[in-house]
Protein backbone atom coordinates (compact mmCIF):
# COMPACT_ATOMS: atom_id res chain seq x y z
CA UNK A 1 0.00 0.00 0.00
CA UNK A 2 1.22 3.35 -1.58
CA UNK A 3 1.58 6.55 1.64
CA UNK A 4 -0.04 9.61 1.12
CA UNK A 5 3.38 11.10 0.71
CA UNK A 6 3.00 9.30 -2.49
CA UNK A 7 -0.01 10.60 -3.78
CA UNK A 8 0.34 13.56 -2.65
CA UNK A 9 3.78 13.90 -5.21
CA UNK A 10 2.01 12.21 -7.94
CA UNK A 11 -0.91 15.01 -7.79
CA UNK A 12 1.56 17.96 -8.43
CA UNK A 13 3.04 16.50 -10.86
CA UNK A 14 -0.39 15.99 -12.33
CA UNK A 15 -1.13 19.62 -11.87
CA UNK A 16 2.28 20.60 -13.37
CA UNK A 17 1.38 18.69 -16.85
CA UNK A 18 -2.09 20.66 -17.20
CA UNK A 19 -0.80 23.99 -16.61
CA UNK A 20 0.44 24.46 -20.51
CA UNK A 21 -3.25 23.27 -21.68
CA UNK A 22 -4.73 25.73 -19.34
CA UNK A 23 -2.33 28.67 -20.22
CA UNK A 24 -3.50 27.82 -23.61
CA UNK A 25 -7.22 28.09 -23.09
CA UNK A 26 -6.18 31.27 -21.45
CA UNK A 27 -4.52 32.70 -24.61
CA UNK A 28 -8.25 31.98 -26.20
CA UNK A 29 -10.63 34.08 -23.55
CA UNK A 30 -11.83 37.33 -24.94
CA UNK A 31 -11.48 40.27 -23.36
CA UNK A 32 -14.94 42.83 -23.05
CA UNK A 33 -13.45 44.87 -26.37
CA UNK A 34 -12.55 41.67 -28.57
CA UNK A 35 -15.74 40.47 -27.89
CA UNK A 36 -17.67 43.22 -28.58
CA UNK A 37 -15.45 43.80 -31.83
CA UNK A 38 -16.13 40.23 -32.72
CA UNK A 39 -19.68 40.89 -32.19
CA UNK A 40 -19.96 43.80 -34.29
CA UNK A 41 -22.74 43.75 -36.76
CA UNK A 42 -22.50 46.02 -39.71
CA UNK A 43 -24.77 46.77 -42.35
CA UNK A 44 -23.60 47.74 -45.77
CA UNK A 45 -25.97 49.78 -48.84
CA UNK A 46 -25.22 51.16 -52.03
CA UNK A 47 -26.38 54.48 -53.02
CA UNK A 48 -25.65 55.58 -56.90
CA UNK A 49 -26.06 59.16 -57.74
CA UNK A 50 -26.12 60.74 -61.77
CA UNK A 51 -25.66 64.21 -62.88
CA UNK A 52 -28.72 65.78 -64.89
CA UNK A 53 -31.50 64.45 -66.33
CA UNK A 54 -32.88 66.72 -69.28
CA UNK A 55 -34.62 66.91 -72.59
CA UNK A 56 -33.55 68.98 -75.02
CA UNK A 57 -36.07 68.96 -78.23
CA UNK A 58 -34.20 66.45 -80.27
CA UNK A 59 -34.63 63.98 -77.30
CA UNK A 60 -38.21 64.70 -77.08
CA UNK A 61 -38.69 64.68 -81.04
CA UNK A 62 -36.82 61.20 -81.42
CA UNK A 63 -38.62 59.89 -78.85
CA UNK A 64 -42.13 60.36 -80.45
CA UNK A 65 -43.47 57.41 -81.80
CA UNK A 66 -46.13 56.88 -85.19
CA UNK A 67 -49.08 57.43 -82.60
CA UNK A 68 -48.28 60.47 -81.01
CA UNK A 69 -46.75 59.15 -77.82
CA UNK A 70 -43.16 59.25 -76.58
CA UNK A 71 -41.06 56.13 -75.72
CA UNK A 72 -37.56 57.19 -73.69
CA UNK A 73 -36.84 53.65 -72.46
CA UNK A 74 -34.50 53.08 -75.32
CA UNK A 75 -32.49 56.08 -73.57
CA UNK A 76 -31.52 54.02 -70.50
CA UNK A 77 -31.09 50.51 -72.35
CA UNK A 78 -27.24 49.92 -71.88
CA UNK A 79 -26.84 51.68 -68.35
CA UNK A 80 -30.62 49.96 -66.68
CA UNK A 81 -28.65 47.18 -64.95
CA UNK A 82 -25.97 49.46 -63.33
CA UNK A 83 -28.87 52.27 -62.04
CA UNK A 84 -30.56 49.08 -60.64
CA UNK A 85 -27.87 47.62 -58.84
CA UNK A 86 -28.01 50.21 -56.35
CA UNK A 87 -30.03 50.20 -53.26
CA UNK A 88 -31.44 53.55 -54.16
CA UNK A 89 -30.58 55.54 -57.11
CA UNK A 90 -30.86 59.24 -57.71
CA UNK A 91 -30.51 61.94 -60.18
CA UNK A 92 -30.98 65.79 -60.84
CA UNK A 93 -34.00 66.15 -62.86
CA UNK A 94 -33.89 69.43 -64.64
CA UNK A 95 -37.11 69.64 -66.36
CA UNK A 96 -40.72 70.15 -65.86
CA UNK A 97 -43.80 67.82 -66.81
CA UNK A 98 -46.61 71.17 -67.25
CA UNK A 99 -48.64 68.70 -69.20
CA UNK A 100 -49.97 69.43 -73.17
CA UNK A 101 -51.69 72.55 -71.99
CA UNK A 102 -48.97 74.37 -73.29
CA UNK A 103 -46.61 72.66 -75.95
CA UNK A 104 -43.48 70.69 -75.32
CA UNK A 105 -40.11 72.22 -75.14
CA UNK A 106 -36.46 72.19 -74.65
CA UNK A 107 -33.96 75.07 -73.40
CA UNK A 108 -34.35 77.13 -72.24
CA UNK A 109 -38.08 76.42 -70.85
CA UNK A 110 -38.36 73.00 -70.72
CA UNK A 111 -41.60 71.21 -70.68
CA UNK A 112 -41.42 67.19 -70.97
CA UNK A 113 -43.78 64.59 -71.76
CA UNK A 114 -44.80 62.35 -68.66
CA UNK A 115 -43.39 59.29 -70.00
CA UNK A 116 -39.85 60.74 -69.29
CA UNK A 117 -40.80 59.83 -65.96
CA UNK A 118 -42.14 56.68 -66.22
CA UNK A 119 -38.82 55.48 -68.53
CA UNK A 120 -36.43 57.13 -65.31
CA UNK A 121 -38.95 54.50 -63.20
CA UNK A 122 -38.12 51.77 -65.57
CA UNK A 123 -34.16 52.22 -65.61
CA UNK A 124 -34.12 52.23 -62.13
CA UNK A 125 -34.26 55.87 -60.83
CA UNK A 126 -35.72 56.18 -57.03
CA UNK A 127 -35.78 59.69 -56.18
CA UNK A 128 -34.93 63.04 -57.68
CA UNK A 129 -33.71 66.23 -56.90
CA UNK A 130 -35.96 69.44 -58.41
CA UNK A 131 -34.53 72.37 -57.04
CA UNK A 132 -32.86 74.28 -60.01
CA UNK A 133 -32.82 76.74 -62.16
CA UNK A 134 -35.77 74.84 -64.85
CA UNK A 135 -37.55 74.14 -61.71
CA UNK A 136 -40.25 77.15 -62.39
CA UNK A 137 -40.15 76.83 -66.18
CA UNK A 138 -43.81 76.71 -66.03
CA UNK A 139 -44.73 78.67 -63.47
CA UNK A 140 -46.00 77.34 -60.50
CA UNK A 141 -48.48 75.31 -61.97
CA UNK A 142 -46.01 73.50 -63.96
CA UNK A 143 -44.03 73.02 -60.63
CA UNK A 144 -46.87 71.28 -58.93
CA UNK A 145 -47.84 69.29 -61.89
CA UNK A 146 -44.20 67.98 -62.26
CA UNK A 147 -44.86 66.60 -58.20
CA UNK A 148 -47.80 65.25 -59.50
CA UNK A 149 -46.22 63.03 -61.99
CA UNK A 150 -43.22 61.74 -59.94
CA UNK A 151 -45.83 60.87 -57.24
CA UNK A 152 -47.87 58.97 -59.72
CA UNK A 153 -44.41 57.21 -61.11
CA UNK A 154 -43.29 56.33 -57.93
CA UNK A 155 -40.28 58.44 -57.82
CA UNK A 156 -39.78 60.39 -54.33
CA UNK A 157 -38.42 63.82 -54.88
CA UNK A 158 -37.34 66.84 -52.54
CA UNK A 159 -36.06 70.39 -53.66
CA UNK A 160 -39.33 71.72 -54.90
CA UNK A 161 -42.88 71.42 -52.67
CA UNK A 162 -46.51 71.94 -52.64
CA UNK A 163 -47.49 73.31 -49.27
CA UNK A 164 -45.16 74.59 -46.56
CA UNK A 165 -46.09 71.32 -44.12
CA UNK A 166 -44.66 69.23 -47.63
CA UNK A 167 -41.49 71.53 -47.29
CA UNK A 168 -41.12 71.24 -44.01
CA UNK A 169 -41.09 67.62 -43.78
CA UNK A 170 -37.52 66.18 -44.37
CA UNK A 171 -37.49 63.08 -46.92
CA UNK A 172 -35.55 60.77 -44.87
CA UNK A 173 -34.84 57.63 -46.72
CA UNK A 174 -34.57 54.39 -44.05
CA UNK A 175 -32.12 52.17 -46.85
CA UNK A 176 -32.16 48.60 -44.54
CA UNK A 177 -32.21 50.40 -41.57
CA UNK A 178 -29.48 53.72 -42.64
CA UNK A 179 -31.91 56.51 -42.23
CA UNK A 180 -30.76 59.10 -45.01
CA UNK A 181 -31.98 62.50 -45.12
CA UNK A 182 -32.37 64.44 -47.77
CA UNK A 183 -31.68 68.38 -48.84
CA UNK A 184 -32.48 69.85 -51.87
CA UNK A 185 -30.99 73.91 -53.08
CA UNK A 186 -30.55 75.74 -56.32
CA UNK A 187 -28.84 78.99 -56.41
CA UNK A 188 -31.85 80.97 -58.60
CA UNK A 189 -34.77 80.17 -60.63
CA UNK A 190 -33.68 82.25 -63.99
CA UNK A 191 -35.63 84.81 -62.50
CA UNK A 192 -39.28 83.14 -62.45
CA UNK A 193 -39.73 82.75 -58.54
CA UNK A 194 -42.95 81.47 -57.05
CA UNK A 195 -45.68 84.14 -55.64
CA UNK A 196 -44.02 86.20 -52.52
CA UNK A 197 -46.79 83.52 -50.05
CA UNK A 198 -45.44 80.42 -51.90
CA UNK A 199 -41.61 80.25 -51.49
CA UNK A 200 -42.03 77.27 -49.87
CA UNK A 201 -42.51 76.01 -53.15
CA UNK A 202 -38.60 75.75 -54.09
CA UNK A 203 -35.33 75.79 -51.74
CA UNK A 204 -33.01 78.45 -52.32
CA UNK A 205 -29.48 78.35 -51.62
CA UNK A 206 -29.01 80.00 -47.98
CA UNK A 207 -26.90 79.58 -45.76
CA UNK A 208 -29.41 80.04 -42.46
CA UNK A 209 -31.94 77.81 -44.36
CA UNK A 210 -29.16 74.84 -44.44
CA UNK A 211 -28.55 75.36 -41.32
CA UNK A 212 -31.58 75.05 -39.87
CA UNK A 213 -32.86 72.11 -42.14
CA UNK A 214 -29.74 69.83 -41.55
CA UNK A 215 -30.64 70.62 -37.92
CA UNK A 216 -33.97 69.62 -38.49
CA UNK A 217 -33.35 66.50 -40.32
CA UNK A 218 -31.16 65.22 -37.10
CA UNK A 219 -34.49 65.78 -35.35
CA UNK A 220 -36.82 64.41 -37.32
CA UNK A 221 -34.35 60.98 -37.46
CA UNK A 222 -31.68 61.66 -40.04
CA UNK A 223 -28.47 59.73 -39.05
CA UNK A 224 -26.52 60.63 -42.23
CA UNK A 225 -27.58 64.04 -44.18
CA UNK A 226 -27.03 64.29 -48.05
CA UNK A 227 -27.48 67.86 -49.28
CA UNK A 228 -27.31 68.09 -53.01
CA UNK A 229 -26.72 71.45 -54.56
CA UNK A 230 -27.82 73.14 -57.96
CA UNK A 231 -24.89 76.34 -58.30
CA UNK A 232 -21.44 76.70 -60.15
CA UNK A 233 -20.22 78.00 -63.23
CA UNK A 234 -21.88 76.38 -66.95
CA UNK A 235 -18.82 74.30 -68.66
CA UNK A 236 -16.60 74.75 -65.41
CA UNK A 237 -14.89 71.82 -64.08
CA UNK A 238 -13.17 73.56 -60.91
CA UNK A 239 -15.32 74.59 -57.84
CA UNK A 240 -15.73 78.35 -57.51
CA UNK A 241 -15.61 80.46 -54.50
CA UNK A 242 -19.46 80.33 -54.26
CA UNK A 243 -18.96 76.70 -54.43
CA UNK A 244 -16.71 76.68 -52.03
CA UNK A 245 -18.40 78.69 -49.50
CA UNK A 246 -21.61 77.16 -49.58
CA UNK A 247 -20.20 73.72 -49.23
CA UNK A 248 -18.17 74.49 -46.33
CA UNK A 249 -21.22 76.41 -44.83
CA UNK A 250 -23.19 73.30 -45.11
CA UNK A 251 -19.96 70.93 -43.88
CA UNK A 252 -19.89 73.03 -40.60
CA UNK A 253 -23.70 72.96 -40.37
CA UNK A 254 -23.06 69.00 -40.28
CA UNK A 255 -23.81 67.88 -43.98
CA UNK A 256 -21.85 64.01 -44.57
CA UNK A 257 -22.33 64.02 -48.08
CA UNK A 258 -22.65 67.06 -50.42
CA UNK A 259 -23.61 66.14 -54.15
CA UNK A 260 -23.33 68.98 -56.67
CA UNK A 261 -25.08 69.87 -59.99
CA UNK A 262 -25.41 72.64 -62.96
CA UNK A 263 -21.94 73.25 -64.50
CA UNK A 264 -22.89 70.68 -67.23
CA UNK A 265 -19.40 68.94 -66.71
CA UNK A 266 -17.80 66.98 -64.14
CA UNK A 267 -15.92 67.70 -61.15
CA UNK A 268 -13.50 66.40 -58.65
CA UNK A 269 -14.21 64.62 -55.68
CA UNK A 270 -12.68 65.21 -51.97
CA UNK A 271 -13.41 63.72 -48.73
CA UNK A 272 -13.42 66.39 -45.53
CA UNK A 273 -13.83 65.73 -41.97
CA UNK A 274 -17.55 65.79 -40.83
CA UNK A 275 -18.66 68.14 -37.74
CA UNK A 276 -19.97 65.02 -35.79
CA UNK A 277 -19.48 61.68 -34.17
CA UNK A 278 -21.39 59.29 -35.88
CA UNK A 279 -19.75 59.75 -39.54
CA UNK A 280 -16.13 61.08 -38.99
CA UNK A 281 -15.52 61.39 -42.93
CA UNK A 282 -18.04 62.69 -45.71
CA UNK A 283 -17.58 63.31 -49.13
CA UNK A 284 -18.34 65.77 -51.68
CA UNK A 285 -18.55 65.22 -55.36
CA UNK A 286 -18.56 69.09 -56.72
CA UNK A 287 -20.44 68.03 -60.01
CA UNK A 288 -21.60 65.20 -61.86
CA UNK A 289 -21.98 66.55 -65.06
CA UNK A 290 -24.89 65.50 -67.21
CA UNK A 291 -26.28 62.34 -67.58
CA UNK A 292 -28.30 62.66 -70.56
CA UNK A 293 -29.41 66.04 -72.62
CA UNK A 294 -28.47 67.19 -76.11
CA UNK A 295 -25.41 68.90 -75.27
CA UNK A 296 -22.84 67.74 -77.78
CA UNK A 297 -19.63 69.45 -76.75
CA UNK A 298 -16.75 67.72 -75.15
CA UNK A 299 -17.39 67.36 -71.28
CA UNK A 300 -20.88 67.74 -71.68
CA UNK A 301 -21.79 64.85 -73.27
CA UNK A 302 -20.26 62.64 -70.93
CA UNK A 303 -21.93 61.45 -67.74
CA UNK A 304 -21.37 59.02 -64.66
CA UNK A 305 -22.77 56.96 -62.04
CA UNK A 306 -21.30 57.64 -59.18
CA UNK A 307 -22.08 55.14 -56.32
CA UNK A 308 -21.30 55.62 -52.16
CA UNK A 309 -21.01 52.04 -50.46
CA UNK A 310 -22.68 53.41 -46.70
CA UNK A 311 -21.43 50.90 -43.57
CA UNK A 312 -22.92 51.30 -40.41
CA UNK A 313 -21.78 49.69 -37.31
CA UNK A 314 -24.92 48.67 -35.57
CA UNK A 315 -23.15 48.06 -32.39
CA UNK A 316 -21.29 50.99 -32.33
CA UNK A 317 -24.04 53.57 -33.85
CA UNK A 318 -21.11 54.32 -36.05
CA UNK A 319 -20.73 55.12 -39.65
CA UNK A 320 -16.98 53.85 -41.71
CA UNK A 321 -16.09 55.98 -44.49
CA UNK A 322 -17.50 56.16 -47.39
CA UNK A 323 -16.37 54.30 -50.23
CA UNK A 324 -17.20 55.68 -53.43
CA UNK A 325 -17.20 53.96 -56.93
CA UNK A 326 -18.29 55.67 -60.47
CA UNK A 327 -18.95 54.08 -64.30
CA UNK A 328 -18.08 56.42 -67.00
CA UNK A 329 -21.03 57.02 -69.27
CA UNK A 330 -21.28 59.24 -72.71
CA UNK A 331 -24.57 60.02 -74.45
CA UNK A 332 -25.09 58.87 -78.40
CA UNK A 333 -26.90 61.92 -79.74
CA UNK A 334 -29.52 60.09 -82.76
CA UNK A 335 -26.24 61.06 -85.44
CA UNK A 336 -26.96 57.74 -87.60
CA UNK A 337 -30.21 57.47 -89.48
CA UNK A 338 -30.56 54.04 -88.76
CA UNK A 339 -30.96 55.02 -85.07
CA UNK A 340 -32.92 58.50 -84.29
CA UNK A 341 -32.65 58.06 -80.42
CA UNK A 342 -30.24 59.54 -77.96
CA UNK A 343 -28.48 56.57 -75.78
CA UNK A 344 -26.46 56.11 -72.26
CA UNK A 345 -23.56 54.46 -72.90
CA UNK A 346 -21.45 52.84 -70.47
CA UNK A 347 -18.23 54.59 -72.11
CA UNK A 348 -15.95 51.75 -71.15
CA UNK A 349 -17.42 50.00 -74.24
CA UNK A 350 -15.21 51.57 -76.40
CA UNK A 351 -12.32 50.21 -74.72
CA UNK A 352 -13.14 46.24 -75.56
CA UNK A 353 -13.40 44.32 -78.11
CA UNK A 354 -15.55 41.55 -76.25
CA UNK A 355 -18.90 43.70 -76.40
CA UNK A 356 -19.58 44.83 -79.41
CA UNK A 357 -21.39 47.95 -80.14
CA UNK A 358 -24.21 48.89 -81.94
CA UNK A 359 -23.70 49.30 -85.51
CA UNK A 360 -24.59 53.08 -85.71
CA UNK A 361 -21.63 53.25 -83.47
CA UNK A 362 -19.31 55.02 -86.25
CA UNK A 363 -15.60 55.62 -85.60
CA UNK A 364 -15.89 58.96 -84.71
CA UNK A 365 -18.65 58.09 -81.77
CA UNK A 366 -16.67 55.66 -80.70
CA UNK A 367 -13.31 57.97 -80.40
CA UNK A 368 -15.93 60.12 -78.96
CA UNK A 369 -17.10 57.56 -76.08
CA UNK A 370 -12.90 57.09 -75.51
CA UNK A 371 -11.78 60.77 -74.91
CA UNK A 372 -15.53 60.91 -72.13
CA UNK A 373 -13.48 57.98 -70.94
CA UNK A 374 -10.65 59.49 -70.49
CA UNK A 375 -11.74 62.48 -69.12
CA UNK A 376 -14.06 61.27 -66.65
CA UNK A 377 -11.02 58.86 -65.48
CA UNK A 378 -8.97 62.06 -64.83
CA UNK A 379 -11.19 64.28 -62.94
CA UNK A 380 -12.64 61.78 -60.91
CA UNK A 381 -9.43 60.78 -59.86
CA UNK A 382 -8.06 64.27 -59.78
CA UNK A 383 -7.75 64.96 -55.51
CA UNK A 384 -8.82 61.64 -54.61
CA UNK A 385 -7.21 58.42 -55.54
CA UNK A 386 -9.29 56.23 -53.28
CA UNK A 387 -12.51 56.56 -56.14
CA UNK A 388 -12.36 53.40 -57.86
CA UNK A 389 -13.43 52.64 -61.45
CA UNK A 390 -16.49 50.04 -61.70
CA UNK A 391 -15.76 48.02 -64.64
CA UNK A 392 -18.59 46.87 -66.87
CA UNK A 393 -17.17 43.39 -66.69
Not at 145 to 168: C, N, Y
Not at 275 to 290: E, F, Q, R, Y
Not at 345 to 354: G, H, I, N, R, V
Request: charged content about 20%; proline content about 4%.
Amino acid sequence: MKSPIFFIVLLFFLFLSFIPSFQGREKGIMHPGQRAALNDSVVSVRVSFTGDLMCHIGQYENSKLSDGTYDFNPSFTFVKSYLEKADVTMGNLELTFAGTDIPYAGYPIFNTPDSYAEALKTAGFDFVVTSNNHAMDTGEKGLLRTLEILKKTKIGSTGTFKSQADHDSIRILNIKGIKLGVLNYTYGTNGAYPASDHKYMINIIDTLAMERDIKAARIQGAELVLVYFHYGQENKSIPNEYQKMVVRKSQEYGADIIIGGHPHVISPVNYYKTAHATLDTGIVAWSLGNFISNQYWRYADAGLIFTLTLRKNITQNKYLKPEADYLPTWVYRATDARMRKHIVFPAEMALTDSLSLPSYIDAAAKYKMKEAFADTKALMTKDCKEIKLRSIH
